[in-house]
């Protein structure tokens, strides 16, 4: 049974960070792309950042390039998302997700297999 849980969410006031990680087991880690999703209340979940299998390619989404970090470690099974510089409008609940097949439809929710239950973000201003 795959599971998938987050954790590291938390309350802070705009301009500071959190760290985010996401604890997996009952998968082959390595073989999976992984992601970073989120959603705020009232809208739909969109997309954060992605890694690929082996953790050499990334990419983010504009409202968070150059403040967000995702980083896998394939032998402890784990992925982070280290945000920085947060900002009101990332408040939402983050979920972490894995995708086998890889490939170019990394920023589409639909792509992924599996999925955590989510860790809340709050950022006052």
């Known amino acids: 049974q795959v599971q998938m849980v987050e954790s590291g969410g938390g309350s802070v006031q705009a301009g500071g960070s959190l760290k985010l990680s996401c604890a997996t087991s009952g998968l082959t880690f390595r073989l999976y792309a992984l992601g970073w999703f989120r959603q705020a209340p009232g809208k739909e979940r969109e997309f954060v950042a992605a890694i690929d299998e082996s953790g050499g390619g990334t990419n983010y989404a504009d409202s968070v390039l150059g403040r967000f970090t995702i980083s896998r470690d394939n032998t402890k099974k784990t992925m982070s998302l280290q945000m920085n510089s947060l900002r009101p409008e990332d408040t939402a609940v983050y979920y972490c997700?894995?995708?086998?097949?890889?490939?170019?439809?990394?920023?589409?929710?639909?792509?992924?297999?599996?999925w955590g239950r989510g860790t809340q973000v709050s950022v006052s201003s």
């Open positions: 997700a894995a995708d086998l097949a890889g490939g170019s439809g990394y920023r589409e929710a639909k792509t992924y297999d599996y």
